[in-house]
């Protein structure tokens, strides 16, 4: 279990102190899908980054199983099975896709061709390809998926997973997801605005202004989306319904 206990997170910029997280409390269990979501700006990316050690937090602590990790490098959280998938993928030109996995999966990349096909590409044409400026943003985002995939992880973040990546591999991608929930114990934590991804949820975590708003359900939000979209709809229906009217008068 990953727990997160008043956790903040400020940042000393040229315009003075920032505050960007403000007294998260969480308690994510194992095995279970959690996706993080809110509007741009709220936070959501800070948090992944200060689970993942990215960030150091300013307050609070965060126990992976019991065990206090606040202190903790990035490096020494990848060690005790904390993963992360940036929401931009860095490139590292002259490195080949198989070597990238085989850096990040170690003897476990030796299935190189079914990582690939997990995240929606054809392992022949990509495995020899240069990790560069080359490869779509899409093509990159889901490398680096697979780099993360093929790790026996306690606790996974993936940011925005599906950011340009198109319909087809999205639902490969998903399944995925799907999949390594119901094998694994990892905890599953998906940064996302997307229905498609929503409806992996066990749990939606909802972030505004650095602060959790709601924890609740899919069902929930996704109704409160429909909801937004039907207010939406019958605002422009009728604005056009009254220009249609002048129109016809
Ligand atoms: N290193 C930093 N220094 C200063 N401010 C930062 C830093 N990182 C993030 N921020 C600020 O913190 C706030 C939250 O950023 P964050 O990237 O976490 O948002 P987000 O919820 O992931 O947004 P999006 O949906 O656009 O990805 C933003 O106002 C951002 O400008
Ligand atoms: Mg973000």
Sequence with gaps: MLEIKNLG??????????????????????????VLTGPNGSGKSS???????????????????????????????????????????????????????EISCGEKALDTCGLLINVGLCANDYLDREVDSSLSGGELKRIEIATVLCRDLKVLIFDEPEAGIDLWSFRRLAQTFQDMNREKDTTII???HQERIIKLADEVIVIDGGRIKEIT???????????????????????????DAKRLG
């Design 190 to 192: 998906i940064i996302s």
């Design 9 to 34: 997170l400020k940042f000393q910029t040229e315009q003075g102190e920032v505050e960007i997280l403000k007294d998260i409390n969480l308690k994510l269990e194992n095995k279970k899908i959690y």
């Design 47 to 101: 948090l992944a980054k200060a689970i993942m050690g990215i960030y150091r937090a300013t307050s609070g602590k965060i126990y992976l199983d019991g065990e206090d990790i606040t202190d903790l490098d990035i490096t020494e959280r990848a060690k005790k099975n904390i993963g992360f998938a940036f929401q931009h993928p860095p490139r590292f030109k002259g490195m080949k896709v198989r070597e990238l996995l």
């Design 217 to 243: 359900t899919k069902e929930k939000i996704l109704a409160d989306i429909m909801k937004n979209e039907a207010e939406g709809c019958s605002l422009s229906c009728e604005k056009g319904g009254v220009t």
